[in-house]
């Protein structure tokens, strides 16, 4: 995907709003987290203004996983009435996410879609759709350091995606309407405990082919296991087995190993045997168990109608 250039966009972001933002980020390292963008705009002679004034948290009915994220829309669809009630010309600018657990640099062809959907939908207020990512933690003691973002802008009616440059972006300081805590995000910073996890690209490609291929078998992540999927995995006798993938993201190149969960007495003992082989990726151990458990399965049947044929 082609991201275009323009100098006819301005944006204002103030410093609270990005510290509200990586917090977010710092507080769920582990997944993909967002919220929602609101503020006002002016757009003259075609050139767009835009002016954020909050960010809306992601909401207590969101789901995350490190590469898919799932707002709670009904919290904030109250929260903006409840602002709009007091801010009659406050608008809903757009989304941000962050991508720095997977390492994607920029928006996915999901993310992409949604969007184009969004603006051109008839009940999107705002001509444009602005979209900020977070592509990569940093190291920095300075609080708007910590994460390198990206700001997108989709207009309506227009097929191109437009990128913007950073002298196109101020960030002021200026105080936010929401959340109410803005200011005092350290005290939100104390809550979370951190666990390092790198940026793995593979993980984008492996929920692609997961997600496309094998529904069932979805992504976690928890504190102690770190980045998992697990669900059923159909077999070609029409049975189920419960796989798990666990990433080992300790080592420079991450690796996958595979659980399947109570196995048939058929494919227990390649259910032993393939739990202690290392994969490169999630899709090759998923990939590699189905293939060798239909074999097992396959050779399983055949020796089972030999047996009852010489009875």
């Known amino acids: 995907m082609k991201f275009h250039t323009t100098d006819k966009v301005r944006l204002s972001i103030p410093k609270a709003a990005l510290i509200e933002v990586f917090d977010e980020c710092d507080g769920f390292d582990q997944d993909e987290t967002g919220g929602r963008v609101i503020g006002t705009f002016e757009e003259h002679r075609g050139k767009l203004a835009i002016h954020v004034n909050g960010i ?10 490190a590469v898919s ?17 007091q801010h009659r010309e406050i608008e809903h600018l757009g989304n941000w996410h962050t991508h720095h657990v997977n390492g994607l640099q920029h928006l996915s ?57 950073r002298d196109q972006v101020e960030v002021p300081d200026a105080p936010l309407i929401w959340p109410a ?11 979370h405990p951190k666990r390092e996890l790198r940026a793995n690209p593979n993980r984008v490609y492996d929920n692609d082919i997961l997600s496309e291929f094998y529904g069932g078998v979805r992504p976690f992540s928890s504190a102690k296991l770190g980045v998992y999927w697990r669900g059923p995995l159909e077999l070609l006798d029409g049975s189920k087995i419960e796989v798990v993938l666990l990433e080992d993201s300790a080592a420079d190149k991450p690796t996958y190993t595979v659980t399947v969960r109570e196995p048939p007495a058929a494919l227990k003992d390649l259910a032993e045997e393939i739990a202690n082989v290392e994969f490169p990726s999630a899709r090759a151990a998923l990939i590699t168990t189905e293939r060798s458990c239909n074999r097992a399965l396959y050779r399983h049947h055949g020796e089972m109608r030999r047996v009852d044929f010489s009875a």
Request: net charge positive.
């Open 56 to 65: 809306i948290e992601a909401g207590p009915q969101a789901r995350r996983s």
């Open 181 to 191: 805590s803005a200011g005092h995000s350290h005290d939100k910073r104390d809550k």
């Open 109 to 165: 062809d999901g993310d992409i879609e949604t969007y184009f959907r969004t603006v051109n939908h008839r009940n999107h207020n705002a001509p444009f759709f602005y979209a900020l990512l977070v592509t990569a933690r940093q190291r920095s003691s300075d609080p708007l350091s910590r994460y390198t973002v990206k700001h997108y802008i989709f207009r309506r009616d227009d097929e191109r995606i437009y990128e913007l440059h």
């Open 69 to 85: 994220f799932f707002q709670d829309g009904e919290y904030q669809e109250r929260v903006f009435r409840k602002i709009e009630d």
